[in-house]
């Protein structure tokens, strides 16, 4: 009998220490090894290799500045922890940053969770703050709400280097979308107006109207509007790690979180 009560004790030992170390052996599972040959790691193939390869550009240029700023890419499918912890161990694994400068940003996005962050290095927090990440990651939603998952990392990965260099590259994309988004809108409550119209001159009129009265005509805009915009809408439309090892100071220092 006492026999039978060591085993089971032993048992729910066991089972204990499993629970508790559950939630960290599934972290370092889903850390990815440190990338060669590119600065980004795309497990969901969902990135264009032209973004990949602008990504892998901008780190080359930006390694023979003063900056050296650093900026890898993590893109999963799903989480198996709080996005916090996943970003903060990759960054750790992958030394991002070049030594000497310690200018290292890591982006980490979870598509099926619809979340992404923003790591930083101490040296990096103190130019990109955590406020302004978290503005640039708010930013892109609209790009990933549209499923526009390249254009939206590559929005941020401008927006990142914006910051340490003064350009306006991410701005401007992000202008791009914003006007977009609004010339749809317009086209929409313009339409919708035109309908009112239509009806209120309908029930006014609609004695004068006979049989077909101003149903008829609304469904003629309504098929006009959807022709118009199916034919507009189809009408408009590797190299090593930031030229350089990955070398930086390895720890995070600041970042955001944020979804869509």
Known sequence: MRKWKKIIIGCF????????????????????DRPTGTTVVDETQLLSSETIAEIDQLNRSWASTEQALQVGVYVTESLSSDIESLANETFRHWQVGFAGTDNGVLLVVAIADRAFRIETSDNAATVLTDIEAKDILENAREFFRQEDYSGGISYIV??????????????NQLAAIEEGTSEKDDGFWLFLIV???????????KSSRGGGGPGNLLWMLVDDHYHYHNHHSSNSSSSSFGGGSWSGGGGGGGGASSGW
Do not use: E, M, W
């Open 13 to 32: 030992a066991i089972l204990t220490v499993c629970l508790l170390f559950a939630p960290t052996l599934a972290r370092a599972n889903q850390i990815p």
């Open 195 to 205: 309908i009112l119209i239509v009806i209120l001159f309908g029930i006014i009129d």
């Open 158 to 171: 401008n927006s990142i280097g914006d910051r340490f260099y003064g350009t306006s590259i991410g701005k």
